[in-house]
Antibody, heavy 118, light 110 residues
Framework: QVGLQESGPGLLKPSQTLSLTCTVSGASISTGTYFWGWIRQAAGNGLEWVGRIWTSGDPDYNPSLKSRVRILVDTSKSQFSLRLTSVTAADTAVYYCARGHWGMFESWGQGTLVTVSS | EIVLTQSPGTLSLSPGERATLSCRASQYISSTYLAWYQQKPGQAPRLLIYGASSRATGVPARFSGSGSETDFILTISRLEPEDFAVYYC???????????FGPGTKVDIK
């Protein structure tokens, strides 16, 4: 059974860059049938897709974040990462990493809270 | 851009009752790419239904999904205490690739 664990700083100042890593265990990150994604959830709000990446292809990003987001994969470490530049308070959220298949996210990490505050 | 609308916003029911949750798309979507998730407080979402009607691994049979085109339904036949949660529908658009979530329906105890 696949495991996903998010890690990274929990507190950022406005204009800084958010960097999170998701470590995958119990399954190969290189399996071509799966993609790896990030979803976020602001407090009391719904779910917002941030982006996803295939280990063998280009990433796809939410158009509303595309100019600020980058997702990379490191198969040697069984990790994928999220970078979001120029953060503001509106980027404060719980960030989840997840494994996807077809058009859904079938396995999720527990989530990590990122707060943007001066 | 496809927008998903879920109704009702909150559904107050008692254990043992039937829950019917609606997800409506702003335009036709393929049922292949319609999923439902359950989220409990402090937890990550859990995939319940994919392809509009297929249960994910380990999901109890009391959960069922149906629908097509623009209207989709998640039914919980008899609510168990652990089913009180927020439920989200989600669509995957292929061109361009984009994942869209509905705003959620909260099922709480009456």
């Amino acid at each position: 059974q696949v495991g996903l664990q998010e890690s990274g700083p929990g507190l950022l100042k406005p204009s800084q860059t958010l960097s999170l890593t998701c470590t995958v265990s119990g399954a190969s990150i290189s399996t071509g049938t799966y993609f790896w994604g990030w979803i976020r959830q602001a407090a009391g709000n719904g779910l917002e897709w941030v982006g996803r990446i295939w280990t063998s292809g280009d990433p796809d990003y939410n158009p509303s974040l595309k100019s600020r987001v980058r997702i990379l994969v490191d198969t040697s470490k069984s990790q994928f990462s999220l970078r979001l530049t120029s953060v503001t308070a509106a980027d404060t959220a719980v960030y989840y990493c997840a494994r996807g298949h077809w058009g859904m996210f079938e396995s999720w990490g527990q989530g990590t809270l990122v707060t943007v505050s001066s | 851009e496809i927008v998903l609308t879920q109704s009702p916003g909150t559904l107050s029911l008692s254990p043992g009752e039937r829950a019917t949750l609606s997800c409506r798309a702003s335009q036709y979507i393929s049922s292949t790419y319609l999923a439902w998730y359950q989220q409990k407080p402090g937890q990550a979402p859990r995939l319940l239904i994919y392809g509009a009607s297929s249960r994910a691994t380990g999901v109890p049979a009391r959960f069922s999904g149906s629908g097509s085109e623009t209207d989709f339904i998640l039914t919980i036949s008899r609510l168990e205490p652990e089913d009180f949660a927020v439920y989200y529908c989600q669509h995957y658009g292929t061109s361009p690739p984009i994942f869209t979530f509905g705003p959620g329906t909260k099922v709480d105890i009456k």
